[in-house]
């Protein structure tokens, strides 16, 4: 297993949320001076587009591409063939830049939906997609995998995301149920699982046979408590830290690793501290993170 860190770490989050965010070549030192060995690409144009220019800057700094999350609505029909062209778009730039590693994060167009941005950590069955719905949304991710796979050859995996439809433990076992493990995989998150309600040790154990893809997220349960109480919809229970450094939540990341040894995955384990601008030093999260992992001998 090898660690790696995502420009979200620095505030390059796919909500598009006000704020000043670093230039890539100091989001890409920074990442190697803490200590990690791979990066997600972050969104479109953050990085250089052009691969050869992009494997050169990250041959530069001895990281790997090991991915990169690409939203779709996949609730509206209307959407996948444009989704689908994107993320074809965007594995073919990992493809060039670094093939060994390259797959695509697919996730739901998340923070898009009222409802399920205002009660993310706190979903009901009633505020989840019905069958049908549920069918056309996986579809809709087996369409845009299989285009990506036919065309680029690079494997995709679904990335559960709070403020999404694909939230809550049931609703991951729905995804799953409905589309071909051949074409989807699982990017399995700590903590967006739990605080989609779950506990992350079991959902490793109960997933462990499609997950391809994991992410370290810590998660604070007291600011969710308060959330909670509050009623906070997502971006405010983020704003407030509620995906905190790790070691400083509830997730015990030493039995994580155990379990991921236990079911010897070899894949990259990818840090994520979702880090808004004003929230401190993304640098110096990102070292503190290394070292924690480090101590419990990862």
Known sequence: MRIANAPCS???????????????SKVLDEMTETGYNGTELGDWGFMPTDPKELSQELQNRELHLVGAFVPVNFID??????????????ASLLKEADPENARI???????????????????????????SDMTRFSKG????????????????VFHHHCAGFIETPEEIEKLLNKTDEKLVSLCFDTGHF??????ALQGLRHFS???KHVHFKDFDKKIYETALEDEMNYFDSVRNGVFC??????????????????????????????VLPGMGSPKASAYRNREYLRSIGI
């Open 10 to 24: 620095w505030g390059v989050l796919e909500f598009g949320l006000d704020g000043q965010i670093d230039h890539y």
């Open 77 to 90: 029909k209307n959407c996948h063939k444009a989704g689908a062209e994107n993320a074809v778009r965007i």
């Open 105 to 131: 994060v697919l996730s739901d167009d998340n923070g898009k939906n009222k409802t399920r941005t205002s009660n993310a950590g706190r979903i009901k069955p009633h505020h989840g997609l019905n069958d």
């Open 141 to 156: 991710v087996e369409y845009v995998a299989k285009e990506v796979l036919d065309q680029t050859g690079v494997i995709s």
């Open 194 to 199: 739990e605080f989609g309600g779950g506990n």
């Open 209 to 211: 046979d499609r997950i």
């Open 245 to 274: 450094e790790l070691g400083n939540g509830s997730i015990s990341f030493d039995l994580i690793y155990q379990e991921l040894q236990n079911q010897k995955y070899d894949g990259w384990i990818v840090v994520e501290q979702d």
